[in-house]
């Protein structure tokens, strides 16, 4: 993680990053086809389970940031990601499998047809129907900020019942 964040320029206290020992690092990408499509994943487990969520996971010992997306994302929807772009950092905190430092990145795709996918349902979506779509709470707040095209850092907390409430928003670069 210091590596990634040394080479984004992304200058924020490790303390303020990391907020407990249960945070664990993760990444997801919102990739965009020629079409204008996001590539989605309706969860069948927490975190996120029955929300559309983008396609990621746990960055794996001895990985980089870059890496764990890419093989996240092959791993999941046997897609190589194309033009790939961190956006949006996250520090989340919050009950049992709510506690992330999460890199969210956008991509481009190419269409292809959709393969079953141990972690849930493919499906394309419309940039423009987003807003409107079943997704999850982080997704549903980070939204505006990953399209932005700017990069931000968002601290994050969850109550009990997993609803999230932003903190701090912090542009960075």
Do not use: H
């Amino acid at each position: 993680m210091d590596k990634f964040l040394n080479e984004n320029k992304i200058n924020i206290p490790y303390k303020k990053i990391k907020k407990n020992e249960k945070q664990r690092l993760a990444v997801v990408c919102f990739a965009e086809n020629e079409e204008n499509e996001y590539l989605l994943l309706n969860r069948y487990k927490e975190p996120f389970k029955g929300f559309l969520v983008p396609p990621g996971g746990k960055v794996e010992k001895n990985e980089t940031i870059e890496q764990a997306v890419k093989r996240e994302f092959l791993e999941e929807t046997t897609f190589e990601l194309e033009n790939i772009e961190f956006q949006v950092l996250t520090s989340e905190t919050g009950p049992e499998n709510y506690n992330w430092i999460l890199f969210i990145f956008t991509a481009k795709i190419k269409k292809q047809s959709l393969k079953t996918c141990n972690e849930g349902i493919l499906g394309w979506y419309k940039k423009s129907q987003l807003k409107n779509l079943k997704l999850s709470s982080i997704d549903k707040l980070t939204l505006p900020y990953i399209m932005d095209k700017n990069k931000y850092f968002i601290e994050l907390n969850y109550d009990q019942e997993k609803n999230p409430t932003i903190l701090n928003i912090q542009k960075i670069n």
